[in-house]
């Protein structure tokens, strides 16, 4: 089956599309095929959810974005990566981060030996304006719990200060597009709820345009307005996130709900049955 096209909405060519990725190929090592020409658009202003199991292709597909394929020997061989209508695959990593585009790593990935402070200092390494005093302040107006500890070393911090750090550093840089890799990954539902919730306000506030990675596919449907589903390296399912959230395979899969309601686990879901269906 080819991938899905995103609904009308998505679409418009009128400039709401900041970010398009037209049926990209991604090789690891000239060999390893792991992206198979996926297809999806993030409108500007939104936050657009991409979810799936392990090993799906979600990471490849940011890192796709970020450039940073470069430093794991892989490649973008066919297709394109499209942000506010230029071709970026193929730039290097920090000219893409000086056009607007920031990546969030899967496990947070903060300089340990650093400070808070010289944390969120690396995040603005590519401005030139006069206003990174002011962005600290703003940092810590949306995670107060790094403020107290600004002068601490990242490595000292609990895992969810770690991932507010990261965060916030992404913000740092001032991006149109943050692209954030798993940020629920092993926080506790508490955390996540109040982490997500930040993300949601980062969108409203700044009108940061988001394309959320997760396997958390409660949290994310609650914040995106639009979410694309991958199996096997390329997008078998997109929809409006309550569309998505009704879908049956949706909810037996990835939110673990059966057509009755009931909690099922993921060894009682009928994987086969469903991969023959959306892969046929």
């Known amino acids: 089956m080819d991938s899905p096209s995103p609904s009308p909405e998505f679409n418009e060519a009128d400039g709401r599309r900041m970010l398009q990725v037209n049926n990209i190929e991604v090789i690891y090592s000239d060999v390893i095929l792991v992206l198979k020409g996926?297809?999806?658009?993030?409108?500007?202003?939104?936050?657009?959810?991409?979810?799936?199991?392990?090993?799906?292709?979600?990471?490849?597909?940011?890192?796709?974005?970020?450039?940073?394929?470069?430093?794991e020997e892989g490649e973008v061989t066919d297709g394109e990566v499209l942000f506010e209508g230029e071709k970026i695959n193929g730039r290097d990593p920090e000219e893409i981060v000086r056009r607007g585009i920031f990546q969030v790593?899967?496990?947070?990935?903060?300089?340990?030996?650093?400070?808070?402070?010289?944390?969120?200092?690396c995040g603005a390494h590519t401005r030139k304006d006069s206003g990174v005093r002011e962005d600290y302040e703003r940092v810590y107006g949306y995670f107060p719990p790094i403020r107290d500890r600004r002068k601490v070393l990242a490595g000292y911090l609990s895992g969810g200060e770690q991932q507010m750090l990261a965060i916030g550093r992404a913000l740092m840089a001032r991006p149109k597009l943050m692209l954030l890799d798993e940020p629920s990954l092993g926080l506790s539902p508490l955390l996540v709820r109040e982490i997500f919730g930040i993300i949601r306000e980062i969108?409203?506030?700044?009108?940061?345009?988001?394309?959320?990675?997760?396997?958390?596919?409660?949290?994310?449907?609650?914040?995106?307005?639009?979410?694309?589903?991958?199996?096997?390296?390329?997008?078998?399912?997109?929809?409006?996130?309550?569309?998505l959230a009704s879908n049956e395979d949706v909810k037996e899969f990835y939110l673990g709900m059966t057509e009755l309601g009931t909690r099922k686990s993921y060894k009682d879901t009928k994987h086969y049955r469903r991969r023959k269906r959306w892969l046929s």
Request: overall charge negative; cysteine-free; aromatic content about 4%.
């Open 38 to 71: 996926l297809s999806l658009v993030v409108p500007r202003g939104q936050i657009v959810a991409l979810l799936g199991s392990n090993g799906a292709g979600k990471s490849t597909t940011l890192k796709a974005i970020s450039g940073l394929l470069k430093s």
């Open 105 to 121: 790593m899967e496990g947070r990935r903060v300089f340990e030996d650093l400070t808070v402070e010289e944390n969120l200092r």
């Open 203 to 243: 969108n409203e506030k700044e009108k940061t345009t988001i394309l959320l990675v997760e396997q958390n596919a409660h949290v994310a449907l609650s914040i995106s307005s639009y979410g694309y589903i991958m199996e096997n390296g390329k997008v078998v399912l997109d929809g409006e996130t309550q569309v």
